[in-house]
């Protein structure tokens, strides 16, 4: 069966198918249970000025009697402009079915290692250059890990934040039938149709129960937005928190990133029989924009704008999930690249609740529910 490729702009084309850094990170200083909710505390989050190895060694147990020693990232600054992925993306998407298909995230890597990490300094030309001597076989992305000392550093760092984005899937066609497409699986927060505004607000100071720094991406919107699940994944955390009231945490089945939605509708916030450990696809509905929170008390709308806060935390080790070593990353350049793909959603007038129009099968959650049925069943 033939499969098709999806560009920026929605048109369809049928196919056949450690040195030491000196920057700022932002880490968690507390969880908050409330209620018996434990969950990331994605606002209560403090600035901390230090200079870090982009990877460090942390001793395992029984590291001193094996010898063995744990290297993973600690700290990322996600500076990615929107642009250099639309133009890295395109490369992907166009040489697919090529002898050389280009790797939007190795291409990235290597941007990232060339301007270390800093995108003010981005030039289309020079991912051109580049990209074409790729496509050339004049150059190979083994030579650029071997010549360029931080590649494969961006290589993971950004592959945390974008290897689950691009990829096959199936969308149901206007006649009901299922169709194989290969290109960008991830969508923006917010359905397709309904009104936002934002800004870049990452770090921006937080006061509610002390002084912190935002660790999100505020999106301004109407009461009763569609809210959408940017990848699909695993549902690990639903319920109230002090600071995000009504939230949504969503694990990526590779584990390497946590999407946190907060904020959500008051009295309604989730999709009709959400529950943890339901598996979503990305572009589906999963709860309402609100503005609950800043409560120890369930259930109140004490934030005073309507929005929605999406949260992006980074893991590669298990001693990032919760605790002093969280990374969370800026999500307002991801959230503008991920504009050109809203998912479309239906309202049901009987039950006054949102699903998503077109049927979407991610292979990755099939495979995901295939592995976890066979664990059950042994």
């Known amino acids: 069966m033939g499969k098709q490729k999806i560009s920026p702009e929605g048109f369809v084309i049928t196919t056949t198918v450690a040195a030491c850094i000196l920057g700022t990170a932002y880490w968690?200083?507390?969880?908050?249970?409330?209620?018996?909710?434990?969950?990331?505390?994605?606002?209560?989050?403090?600035?901390?000025?230090?200079?870090?190895?982009?990877?460090?060694?942390?001793?395992?147990?029984?590291?001193?009697?094996?010898?063995?020693?744990?290297?993973?990232?600690?700290?990322?600054?996600?500076?990615?402009?929107?642009?250099?992925?639309?133009?890295?993306?395109?490369?992907?998407?166009?040489?697919?079915?090529?002898?050389?298909?280009?790797?939007?995230?190795?291409?990235?890597?290597?941007?990232?290692?060339?301007?270390?990490?800093?995108?003010?300094?981005?030039?289309?030309?020079?991912?051109?250059?580049?990209?074409?001597?790729?496509?050339?076989?004049?150059?190979?992305?083994?030579?650029?890990?071997?010549?360029?000392?931080?590649?494969?550093?961006?290589?993971?760092?950004?592959?945390?934040?974008?290897?689950?984005?691009?990829?096959?899937?199936?969308?149901?066609?206007?006649?009901?039938?299922?169709?194989?497409?290969?290109?960008?699986?991830?969508?923006?927060?917010?359905?397709?149709?309904?009104?936002?505004?934002?800004?870049?607000?990452?770090?921006?100071?937080?006061?509610?129960?002390?002084?912190?720094?935002?660790?999100?991406?505020?999106?301004?919107?109407?009461?009763?937005?569609?809210?959408?699940?940017?990848?699909?994944?695993?549902i690990s955390a639903l319920g109230w928190n002090q600071y995000g009231g009504w939230r949504i945490g969503i694990d990526s089945f590779d584990k390497k990133r946590y999407y946190y939605y907060a904020h959500l509708r008051q009295n309604r916030p989730y999709a009709e029989g959400l529950k943890e450990g339901d598996v979503v696809q990305a572009g589906d509905v999963i709860g309402y924009l609100g503005r609950t929170g800043y409560s120890s008390e369930e259930n109140v709308n004490n934030i005073d704008e309507y929005h929605l806060h999406f949260g992006l935390q980074l893991i590669f080790d298990e001693s990032q999930r919760e605790g002093n070593h969280e990374i969370w990353v800026s999500g307002y350049e991801l959230v503008r690249f991920l504009s050109m793909n809203r998912s479309e959603a239906v309202r049901n007038d009987a039950t006054k609740e949102w699903t998503r129009k077109y049927a979407f099968v991610d292979p990755a959650a099939e495979a995901y529910l295939k592995e976890n049925q066979k664990t059950h069943s042994e």
Do not use: C
């Open 28 to 234: 968690s200083e507390q969880t908050v249970n409330v209620g018996g909710n434990t969950g990331h505390a994605a606002e209560s989050l403090v600035q901390d000025t230090f200079t870090a190895y982009l990877l460090e060694e942390e001793p395992e147990e029984n590291a001193e009697e094996n010898g063995d020693e744990k290297d993973y990232i600690k700290w990322v600054e996600f500076h990615v402009t929107s642009e250099a992925m639309k133009q890295a993306y395109q490369y992907d998407l166009d040489t697919y079915d090529g002898d050389v298909h280009l790797n939007w995230v190795d291409l990235l890597a290597y941007l990232g290692a060339k301007y270390g990490g800093d995108f003010s300094r981005y030039r289309s030309s020079d991912l051109a250059e580049t990209a074409e001597k790729l496509q050339m076989g004049e150059l190979s992305v083994k030579e650029l890990e071997d010549t360029m000392e931080y590649f494969a550093y961006y290589r993971e760092a950004y592959g945390a934040v974008l290897d689950g984005m691009v990829g096959e899937y199936r969308l149901e066609q206007s006649d009901g039938s299922m169709k194989s497409f290969y290109g960008l699986k991830a969508f923006n927060p917010i359905a397709k149709g309904f009104p936002y505004s934002d800004y870049d607000d990452f770090g921006v100071s937080r006061s509610y129960g002390y002084r912190r720094n935002h660790l999100g991406h505020d999106m301004m919107g109407q009461v009763g937005t569609p809210v959408i699940a940017v990848e699909s994944g695993v």
